[in-house]
């Protein structure tokens, strides 16, 4: 394939001659009444089809007791049932007795835990974080916007914190920290992160795990949703945070959390959360006056169907093997429609559920609503960005695991489009004002 | 049966015979090393073997798509599924637009709502209920422990108002809500309630729904748990609450919850929610920041196994025919063992999970403490009342129907035993002060 031209160095002339083939490419696709969506990070049903077998591998006539002897149908077990523990603290490298697990929302424990922060505090909070004049969260961005949603309905000040290759900028996450007590956490997505699709260098999580916080009860929302979610051959390695944390003598600092959304079935799984022991019996107190218990069956279900550690990586590769060509498809079709001009540039993940681009200054919004005009919907420009606001307007989520392959192969055309077109404007405007 | 003689008539001398038989046979049971547990409102494994059917209603080849056409094994849909809503909302006789379908409890939902009123008020709140310098709620007492407890935990000032024959002492609710804008709500469990098995009169229905309220935001928390839990032929009618409130002019003062946790199972049911839509578009924008949404598949599993109001009617027959006889046992030995004694009261309810029993003031901690030391299990004394602080120490609740018939016939003896111990040494003790 020839190799693209640089748009910024094409003459007015030509600019204007490209953007009328593309607006009549635009139309015609307008005139298709398509109906895509790439916007949330959704397994497709063959995924969920992986799972099938969970729904009917508990029997009537199976024992449905829990390793500790309790009928897993009956009320009890606040912190999930003994062989989901064993499991799940392998899957975050933690111990038994330092994770719960809970229902079926990895989110909703998240949300539960700056809730129960905001009205009691943490484990060795002065007071309830809400007691204070101002709390603020350092928001590592682009970043993952239900994260910030949960901020605003806290009203917790969000404090955006550039995203580099290899983590959070750690030269402003240790001077902000380390300055100002009312930063009582970071929101941290560390693997294949959302939407970037990097990985925690082993350097930032051991600057994570030693800085020093003038909030004593500063803690890291560390939240490893894509732990075993490869999208390639190549598989990320994450540096333990936790051991980490107690060797950097800071073993109370970092709240982690899971789930098998996006292993067995999102709506069905089972979330879990791994912490040091004393934060854990801070926390059952205060869980024990909110439920009986979590659903004990599902966590059996779980147990049953993923077995172990390498049942669980045999299921991932069916699921790359699904996820892959789409991954694949965006990543060609961005290369061969945007590549060498120079007006936009993404990651190649590794991992995790997203693709994020980043276009020229002050297009992406404009992206997002033409490409709605023609009947694909993208995560809203500025989602990931602290109260929906990208100061360059720029990020754009491209979520691609949901459609079909022939409707991504579209839905990623008009994309593309639309990129072209918004970015041939701003160019033009550019010329314009020179 | 002989009558027999009123304690509280024997001569000295007859009551300390009757103390050393008493002491005899309690130090009997003693020997046996019993271990019985008569504490919680726990479903038999006889009751849950009624729901096996359930755990494979849903098989592989099915169709698990809800009635909106949505994937129930894949993320979304906040609310609950519509055909969930359709059933639930029959069995609180509310519209389907009235109500959520949450996860498996409604303690859960009940604790996330007040913690939503701490933090952001209510529809139509002028502020958070955390930041007003005092927050009470009403507790007819004796009542349920774990919603004491969720007041203990935010910190909400318990007042406690009497349980009559007929519900609260509306008297003192009407007058206490009138003159105290600090009181935001009430807890009821309104049919066959917890412990008393009380189903509130008409009239108390109509006064709550109708009384004035200083506090604009004042709700009555109607935890409507055993709507369908009969024990005996004579059902309990309970006037609807949420009508009431809507022709008193007050349509947005309850919040209804209810849950299959004991018609189908205790820790993989469904809990259900129902208010008004103003103050529910209030909850949909506050929990849309918690979760994705709920496991629809238990709910499609629920809705596919309980069919309709009908099949929930005749599975609650069966799970009565299990659960009757102990009610009859418990009640026939309790007549047998301590009628005519003068030195007990209690109930005989007509549905919900409880036999609620008074002693003699001042007897209930000991008759609690002695049968645990002889192996049986009650609920703690003084659990029933705000701060475990039963004022005239005399309620204690009975849970009949986890234990076996046999367990259960044990379990009684010795705990009417117990209450004839400490009974003739109370009244020992005061002849001695006479």
Same mark, same amino acid.
């Given at each position: 394939?020839?190799?693209?031209s640089d748009?910024?160095r094409?003459?007015v002339?030509e600019?204007?001659?490209?953007?009328?083939?593309?607006?009549?490419r635009?139309?015609?696709?307008?005139?298709?009444?398509?109906?895509? @969506?790439m916007?949330?990070?959704?397994?497709?049903?063959?995924q969920l089809?992986l799972?099938?077998?969970?729904?009917?591998?508990?029997?009537?006539?199976?024992?449905?007791?829990?390793?500790?002897?309790?009928?897993?149908?009956?009320?009890?077990g606040?912190?999930?049932?003994?062989?989901?523990k064993?499991?799940?603290?392998q899957?975050?490298?933690?111990s038994?007795?330092?994770?719960?697990?809970?229902?079926?929302?990895s989110?909703?424990?998240?949300?539960?835990t700056i809730?129960?922060?905001m009205?009691?505090?943490?484990y060795?909070s002065?007071?309830p974080?809400?007691?204070?004049?101002?709390v603020?969260?350092?928001?590592?961005?682009?970043?993952y916007?239900?994260?910030?949603a949960?901020c605003e309905?806290?009203n917790?000040?969000?404090?955006?914190v550039?995203?580099?290759?290899?983590?959070?900028?750690? @030269?402003?996450?240790?001077?902000?920290?380390?300055?100002?007590?009312?930063?009582?956490?970071i929101?941290?997505v560390p693997?294949?992160?959302?939407p970037?699709?990097?990985?925690?260098?082993?350097?930032?999580?051991?600057?994570?795990?030693?800085?020093?916080?003038?909030?004593?009860?500063?803690?890291?929302?560390?939240d490893?949703?894509?732990?075993?979610?490869h999208?390639? @051959?190549?598989?990320?390695?994450?540096?333990?945070?936790?051991?980490?944390?107690?060797?950097?003598?800071?073993?109370?600092?970092? !709240?982690?959390?899971s789930?098998?959304?996006?292993?067995?079935?999102?709506?069905?799984?089972?979330a879990?959360?791994?912490?040091?022991e004393?934060?854990?019996?801070?926390i059952?107190?205060?869980?024990?006056?909110?439920?009986?218990?979590?659903?004990?069956?599902?966590?059996?279900?779980?147990?049953? !169907?993923?077995?172990?550690?390498d049942?669980?990586r045999l299921h991932?590769?069916?699921?790359?093997?699904i996820i892959?060509?789409?991954?694949?498809?965006?990543?060609n079709?961005?290369?061969?429609?945007?590549?060498?001009?120079?007006?936009?540039?993404?990651?190649?993940?590794?991992g995790?559920?997203?693709?994020?681009?980043?276009?020229?200054?002050?297009?992406?919004?404009?992206v997002?609503?033409?490409?709605?005009?023609?009947?694909?919907?993208?995560?809203p420009?500025?989602a990931? !960005?602290?109260?929906?606001?990208?100061?360059?307007d720029?990020?754009?989520?491209?979520?691609?695991? !949901?459609?079909?392959?022939?409707?991504?192969?579209?839905a990623?055309d008009?994309?593309?489009?639309?990129?072209?077109?918004?970015?041939?404007?701003?160019?033009?405007?550019?010329?314009l004002?020179?």
């Amino acid at each position: 394939m020839e190799r693209q031209s640089d748009y910024n160095r094409l003459a007015v002339d030509e600019l204007n001659q490209l953007a009328r083939q593309w607006e009549d490419r635009y139309e015609a696709y307008k005139n298709r009444n398509l109906k895509l @969506d790439m916007s949330r990070g959704k397994p497709c049903p063959e995924q969920l089809d992986l799972s099938a077998d969970m729904l009917t591998i508990l029997q009537p006539g199976d024992s449905i007791q829990a390793a500790d002897g309790s009928d897993c149908r009956n009320y009890g077990g606040l912190d999930g049932i003994p062989e989901a523990k064993e499991l799940f603290a392998q899957m975050l490298g933690v111990s038994r007795n330092e994770v719960i697990i809970g229902g079926n929302s990895s989110l909703n424990m998240m949300h539960d835990t700056i809730s129960r922060a905001m009205l009691h505090g943490v484990y060795g909070s002065q007071s309830p974080w809400g007691k204070k004049e101002a709390v603020k969260f350092l928001c590592p961005s682009p970043g993952y916007d239900r994260h910030f949603a949960i901020c605003e309905l806290f009203n917790i000040e969000m404090i955006a914190v550039d995203m580099l290759q290899d983590g959070p900028d750690m @030269d402003a996450v240790e001077r902000l920290v380390r300055e100002d007590d009312s930063i009582k956490g970071i929101w941290c997505v560390p693997k294949y992160s959302n939407p970037d699709g990097i990985t925690y260098a082993d350097e930032t999580v051991d600057r994570l795990a030693g800085m020093t916080a003038k909030a004593r009860d500063f803690r890291i929302i560390w939240d490893d949703a894509y732990t075993v979610h490869h999208v390639s @051959d190549n598989h990320d390695q994450l540096k333990n945070i936790f051991a980490a944390c107690k060797a950097a003598g800071n073993p109370h600092r970092v !709240f982690m959390y899971s789930s098998t959304s996006k292993i067995t079935l999102p709506g069905s799984g089972v979330a879990v959360m791994a912490t040091s022991e004393e934060n854990l019996q801070t926390i059952r107190k205060q869980i024990a006056v909110q439920t009986i218990g979590p659903d004990k069956i599902n966590q059996l279900r779980h147990v049953r !169907f993923l077995k172990n550690m390498d049942q669980i990586r045999l299921h991932m590769d069916k699921q790359a093997a699904i996820i892959n060509p789409k991954f694949e498809l965006v990543l060609n079709k961005l290369e061969s429609e945007l590549g060498g001009k120079n007006i936009a540039s993404w990651n190649k993940p590794n991992g995790g559920y997203f693709i994020s681009l980043n276009t020229l200054d002050g297009c992406a919004k404009e992206v997002v609503h033409l490409a709605a005009q023609a009947g694909v919907t993208l995560t809203p420009a500025g989602a990931t !960005f602290p109260y929906g606001n990208d100061p360059r307007d720029r990020n754009i989520r491209i979520a691609p695991t !949901f459609p079909s392959i022939s409707e991504l192969e579209t839905a990623i055309d008009v994309f593309c489009l639309c990129v072209e077109l918004v970015s041939i404007k701003k160019i033009l405007a550019r010329e314009l004002h020179k």
